[in-house]
């Protein structure tokens, strides 16, 4: 489809149903996007514990089986619950949109992991393990892996303090298994189990601090190129203002003589006064009617791509011509959303730009039936959307920019323009 007709534009292109389900199972598996580096090592280090936790149970359910006769029956099964159930939970919530009950489910899996150990002091029969072993509770294993979901949600203290605590209580429950009595000497085991513990506490503590580092100095880069971009525009409009001055300005008022001034100086000091206050450093473009208009379109979209469709209405009911920055600013939009398009889309994605030109109204839509994305949660380094097209159409007067996108469900841009009374 590359004719010249009316389109109207109604909502996104919707990719096929196969499409859609792959990616809704994608997102099942992987879980929602981050805007924030912190943000996705806390999301996959709470992910990874907390299917370590079902693992050391899983695995454990032998040992699990063969203590069984220390405690009561209801023991086993409820102690392994208050350990898998936190767990699940911890899991489950690494696959919503916001990590903010993370600290919650932290506090749930230790107090779980705790509880279980605090009732097996109820559930004991007073029988022993039998033999020479050296475990008689299956907690004791892995007593602190609850307390680093602690550590992944940035609570240090309340995980070293899970650490220590579940750690000896973990350990005074297994000695009165073994022996029936405490044996002091054992706790020397309980100090190395809590330094190593605390050794993967330090990693989680570090890759969660480098990854908000991380996320700080982007945003102070993009700030310090803001500034720099700003500090660059000024002396470049400051350079501008000197040499109009010098080649313009005082040019004109040197070629004042006595008497009625020269012929075409009165239109030299207007089109002085208009480069000044121009804000730009580049001429003005004149203004152009619609046919060269859409000529234009034609030419920056075969340029920019040449896989995408277009349908252009043009309204020749009333005539009139465009600004100039009108023509350029909309067209460059235009050409980054498409760039964003061909980039983002993902492999297979159709685009397509319709467009209407009428004398005091133009608008023209990008639409393609690719992945589409959350438009709140564009990452910050990602300039297209907010300078490359929103910038650039919010900068004309009268210019406005709609961007409406969901995941798996296509993107549309809107570009407007109205004219100004005037205009």
Known sequence: MSGDTAAGVTGPVRASPDDVRARQWRDRVVGPSDATDRARVQRIGARFIGCGLITFTVGLSPVIAARSELTDPWWPPLSAALVVGPALLVIGATYRQTLRHQTVLAALSSLGFLLAIGLWFVAWNGDVTPGQSWWSVWLVQFPGVPGLVFGMAGRYLPAIGHIVAATFLAQTANQIGIAGHLRPELYLGSLVTIALTCVFLAVA??????????????????????????SAAKESERARFAALIHDKVIAILLAIEVGRPRRGLGAEAVTALDELDRRDDEPPEASMGVDEFV??????????????????????????RYPGEVVSGMIEAMCEAIRNASRHAGAGASCLVVGDFRADQVTVAIVDDGEGFDPDRVRPERLGVAVGIRGRMTGLAGGDVEVRSEPGRGTVVVLRWVRDVGT
Do not use: K
């Open 295 to 320: 000529q234009r379109v034609r030419t920056a979209i075969a340029a920019t791509a040449d896989d995408v469709e277009r349908e252009l209405s043009i309204n020749r009911s009333a005539s009139g």
């Open 205 to 230: 503590v570090v890759t969660v601090r480098t990854a908000g580092l991380l996320d700080e100095t982007r945003s102070a880069a993009m700030d310090a190129a803001a500034t720099s971009a700003a």
